[in-house]
């Protein structure tokens, strides 16, 4: 359910979090150790307010055709609470196996206590982290919010009253586990728009995942219902379920914790790498720097994925890494190179690829990208003379905002180019030198850019770097 996992999580595809996931995870993380924000607070007061007095007004006014066993309604809960503390991060949310719990609750508890005794469970769950100090003890206001989801089927059970004959009325069930989903939606989505200003079309589309879970689940519980009906403390065989479960989810909870090592290493490598670069030339290191958010910005223009934007962010900042190995008196030259000091400034590509490929893992992409920033949309460009879409997306939008910023800063040999006659030129150059898409792209992000300042001053200012922010 949705409804339970109002935080923000990850899904990993490879040993590398996508960067917009890494710092949903690590910013959620960081929350629920926080009081609420006002926003926050106001928004999980009216949720649990709310819910508590719907729940309290379904037990009073809704039939009740079981009666209520103390014991079994306590292993329940308990159950419930261990199943809530199995959880797997799926991007901005996450999914726990309560599905397990919740369906069993509904049919051999009073449905219309469910609600109440699911708020319990949450609470009880998380009991440990608050106190252990991983979860403040504001946000116990979140719990009550999170059970609205338990009131749809808790109404259909209730009004239905499937006792007995279960398999007789399937449709029912398949109507409550609608109400349970159409709840979750309609309680969850409109706080986390208000306070954490994550947008309904954002939360429905991570929706799908959590859904389909507690959908797959929903069955399992069923049968453990069923069997429980003559013999109610059967429900204690889903135990060994959620034991399997909770196996899974500390495997998985592992490998994020190691995506997300991978991910501070990989980080700080590619800083230092930039430090390197600017400590062994200024000026390359500075360009560096501002090529970076030209290409984040085209990046964002062209709607590229996160974990593209994430090699294009690195590639600009590292795409002359290579220079390193060339010597200074050639990159400083203030006059023209001769054929053979062009010769030996082009190979830098190739040896910056070759340094990021002796690093490994992501920054073997990155050397990629490096390796074809020089590449030109018509073949002519080197070290590969590939054409076209041929050369990967990110190195296209590296070359266009190199040559761009090189073009409007100041160089030893030459004055910087009025900010009109750079963008002259890269309109000429779009469809031979320039991805034609990226160079409009790259005009876009500057028309709707404030007034840059002076040539001069560009040249010298050392921008900070946007490096993995998002």
Known sequence: MLSGHVTNGADHS??????????????????????????????????????????AAMVVALPSHRTLELTLMVALVAG?????????????????????????????????????????????????????????????????????????PAVVIAI????????????VYLGALAAQFAFDVIATTPRQWFELGVSPRSQLQGAGWTFAVDTLLSPLGFLTALAAVDQPYLALLALPALGLFAIFARERQ?????????????????????????????????????????????????????????????????????????????????????????????????EG??????????LREVGQVVRSSHERWDGAGYPDGLAGEEIPIESRIVSCCDSFNAMTTHRSYRAAMPLEDALAELRAGAGSQFDPLVAEALSQVLRRAAPAPAAADRGREKAPARLLTT
């Open 14 to 55: 490879d040993a590398l979090l996508d960067p917009e996931a890494e710092q949903l995870l690590a910013d959620s993380r960081q929350r629920v150790e926080r009081r609420l924000t006002q926003r926050e607070q106001l928004g999980e007061t009216v949720a649990a307010v709310t819910f508590l007095a719907v729940a």
């Open 80 to 152: 419930y609470a261990l199943a809530s503390r199995i959880r797997f991060d799926v991007r901005a949310e996450f999914t726990d196996v309560t599905q397990l719990v919740l369906v069993p609750m509904l049919f051999l508890l009073p449905a219309e206590m469910v609600p109440l005794l699911v708020a319990a469970g949450y609470i009880l769950g998380d009991l440990p982290d608050y106190l252990a100090g991983r979860r403040h003890i504001e946000r116990v206001l979140m719990s009550l919010g999170n059970s609205w989801y338990a009131v749809g």
């Open 160 to 171: 239905a009253s499937p006792d007995g004959a279960l398999l007789a009325d399937w449709y």
């Open 254 to 350: 592992a490998r994020l914790e190691s995506a997300l090592q991978l991910g501070d290493a990989f980080r700080g490598t590619t800083m230092v790498l930039a430090d390197l670069l600017e400590t062994d030339d200024e000026y390359t290191g500075l360009h560096s720097r501002d090529v970076v958010a030209l290409a984040v910005d085209v990046a964002d223009e062209l709607g590229l994925s996160g974990r593209s934007k994430r090699t294009t962010e690195c590639g600009a900042l590292l795409h002359d890494i290579g220079k390193i190995a060339v010597p200074k008196e050639i990159i400083n030259k203030p006059g023209p190179l001769t054929v053979d000091e062009w010769e030996i400034i082009r190979v830098h590509t190739v």
């Open 353 to 362: 690829q070759r340094i990021l490929d002796r690093i490994g893992g992501v």
